[in-house]
């Protein structure tokens, strides 16, 4: 049984293998989409992060293409 997960109990901005778990997708999945244009992650010194709330919205996107 799958649970639903809520993206609110998710800090602002994820790091690559909570944004893997909200869209049940594998972290190099992740990384693979920060290479396409559009996809929301902004890069700090050598970390990844992606805001949750514009995250959330591209996923909706994603649905609906």
Known sequence: MQ???NPEQFPALLKVPE???LAR???QT???YCHV???P???LGRNIRIPRE???RWLDQQAGA
């Open 3 to 5: 649970t639903e997960l």
């Open 19 to 21: 944004a893997a778990k």
């Open 25 to 27: 997708t594998g972290k």
């Open 30 to 32: 992740i990384y693979n």
């Open 37 to 39: 244009k559009g996809f």
């Open 41 to 43: 992650c902004v890069k």
């Open 54 to 56: 514009a995250f959330m």
